[in-house]
């Protein structure tokens, strides 16, 4: 179990301009979620797969925003026309639904994104 | 979905018991409460969840008590490694996880 892991782990972009953060789950996780966090806040729920379906989308998800989970394993998620306001940490997390117990979710360290 | 209430921060010196108490007064027959922990520039980490009664692992307890409308995490002895964000939860395994602003812990020498 070598925990969840994103690239990059900092960005730093102009507006306007497209940008891709990848997420690795834990292997056999089949949850995977996406968070945005700015600072002095909790984070914002934004999307959320289980296997290769997307489930559900936040509001905070608008259409510049997309994600993918090809094949059930890794996620990407991808900004167009990136805007000032879209600068904050970007978490992703993992888990395994099994049998009745509630979630537990484990998140990755985060990819830093900064538009300028 | 359960709306919590914590403290926005706490402070405590070293080696004493911390007790962090959330409200939920909405929770839901099918609501866990989960706690985790966030240092700064990283994700949070899972500490501990219950149902209701008392839960215990290796570095938290949790206290829930029979109206489930508030629980307590218990944290004991800390150190200042414990200097962190702590978040409360409630929800069922198909809600994703709504944060609050978390209690912010600042443990002193």
């Known amino acids: 179990d070598t925990g969840v892991s994103q690239d990059p782990r900092h960005k730093i972009t102009k507006r306007g301009q497209n940008v891709t953060f990848r997420c690795d789950p834990i292997s056999e996780h089949n949850r995977l979620y996406w968070y945005r966090q700015t600072l002095g806040q909790g984070p914002e729920f934004l999307t959320y797969?289980?296997?290769?379906?997307?489930?559900?989308k936040s509001r905070l998800l608008s259409d510049r925003f997309s994600a993918e989970r090809p094949k059930g394993s890794f996620s990407t998620l991808e900004i167009q026309r990136t805007e000032q306001g879209d600068s904050a940490m970007y978490l992703c997390?993992?888990?395994?639904?099994?049998?009745?117990?509630?979630?537990?979710?484990?998140f990755g360290p985060g990819t830093r994104l900064t538009v300028t | 979905l359960a709306k919590t209430t914590q403290p926005i921060s706490m402070d405590s010196y070293e080696g004493q018991e911390v007790n962090i108490t959330c409200s939920h007064n909405n929770i839901a027959t099918n609501d866990y409460i989960t706690w985790y922990q966030q240092f700064p520039s990283q994700g949070p980490r899972f500490i501990i969840q219950?149902?209701?009664t008392k839960v215990t692992n290796e570095v938290a307890s949790l206290f829930i008590p029979a109206d489930r409308k508030s629980s307590t995490l218990s944290l004991p002895r800390v150190s200042l490694s414990d200097t962190a964000v702590y978040y409360c939860?409630?929800?069922?395994?198909?809600?994703?996880?709504?944060f609050g602003k978390g209690t912010r812990l600042s443990v002193i020498a």
């Open positions: 997390a993992s888990s395994l639904t099994l049998g009745l117990a509630g979630y537990e979710q484990y």
């Open positions: 939860l409630v929800g069922d395994r198909n809600t994703p996880l709504v």
């Open positions: 219950g149902y209701k």
């Open positions: 797969f289980q296997n290769e379906a997307q489930l559900e």
